[in-house]
């Protein structure tokens, strides 16, 4: 596994059809982004904003099957 950093994607997340299967299957440790939930929040306090990117560990095997998976199915969105 290497290290990687990447950006946090905020909000309700739409997936191409068929992804969260091939996910699970083809690259589960792909990581290429960090999911922070629905909200951007900010500490009325420090001012302090939810952040924009996280350290991940990531399989590069993973990172070329997802690769792949995504370049074959541009499409369907769900």
Known sequence: M???RVEIIYGLM???AGYEK???ALFPNANTVAFGG???MTDPISGQVS???AE???CSRCRFENKRWNSTN???IQ
């Open 38 to 40: 629905c909200v951007i």
């Open 2 to 4: 290497k290290k990687d």
């Open 22 to 24: 091939a996910e699970q």
């Open 14 to 16: 739409a997936f191409r």
């Open 56 to 58: 991940v560990l990531y």
């Open 74 to 76: 541009r499409r369907n």
């Open 51 to 53: 952040p924009k990117f």
